[in-house]
């Protein structure tokens, strides 16, 4: 527990936890977006491996990846992914794109169960959105009516709209009932946007912004936090590069 008395989980990614007042404070939705290449994957990976370090299980649920593209890139940098999922202490979801009428959100569920993860990373918003159409999305409902109840019974319902905004929302409300504290990828915009959506900035806790740039021929990668609720942040921009064992903000 940080200083503030709210429980925080450590990204275990050096430098960045003093960033956020110690942590991600725990079960928030935090988004982590940019461009291609600039480390979101490696990001996720990180935070789920220092984890396991720390005694919390985790789950990738990748939407972008397949599984030993994660794996290879794990590798890259010593965290022997495959092993822990051996041990049960992390596991990879890789969720088909080839089906449809798939309730995703129940099969991550009954992975983050039979893992008793504790940190979860969802990658991407955007490839989501992309094949919104196979997936169904629950909606919560309660029957106050006897006579509904009795015609309806305890059937699930799902939403039958095309809105990728309201769907990002009901996405990222059932991450959130999860228990888990959660990482959440998406993609910056061309046209400079922080977000192609252009809400999940909005609808979820925290927002990390890595930024990719050239400068005179030297190419410089940025981090900056700017949200993170219930914490006192420190919003100016940081360089970071890959060392060892990931991600270092210098």
Avoid: H
Avoid at 84 to 112: I, Q, R, S, Y
Avoid at 118 to 142: A, E, H
Avoid at 218 to 237: G, Y
């Amino acid at each position: 527990m940080a200083m503030d008395g709210i429980e925080r989980v450590k990204t275990g990614i050096n430098g960045l936890d003093g960033l956020i007042g110690g942590g991600i404070p725990q079960g928030f939705n935090v988004l982590i977006t940019g461009g291609p290449g600039v480390g979101k994957t490696i990001f996720g990976l990180q935070y789920l491996y220092n984890g396991v370090k720390n005694g919390e299980n985790g789950l990738y649920v990748t939407l972008d990846n397949t599984r030993q593209e994660l794996l290879k890139q794990a590798r890259l940098f010593g965290w022997d992914i495959a092993a822990l999922e051996k041990d049960g202490k992390l596991a990879v979801l890789e969720v088909p794109l080839n089906t449809t009428d798939m309730d995703l959100f129940e099969l991550v569920k009954t992975n983050v169960k039979k893992v008793g993860a504790k940190r979860l990373v969802f990658d991407s918003l955007i490839n989501f959105s992309i094949n919104i159409d196979q997936f169904k999305t629950p909606l919560d409902y309660t029957v106050t009516n006897p006579k509904v109840a009795e015609v309806m019974g305890n059937e699930k319902m799902y939403y039958s709209g095309k809105s990728k905004e309201r769907v990002t929302y009901l996405l990222l409300d059932e991450l959130s009932k999860l228990g888990t504290t959660n990482i959440v990828i998406t993609a910056s915009s061309e046209d400079g946007m922080m977000t192609k959506d252009g809400v999940s900035e909005f609808a979820t806790d925290g927002v990390i912004v890595l930024e990719l740039s050239d400068t005179g021929g030297e190419i410089l990668r940025t981090v900056r936090v700017t949200k993170m609720r219930d914490s006192k942040i420190d919003p100016k921009l940081k360089t970071f590069d890959f060392g060892e064992k990931g991600i270092v903000l210098e």
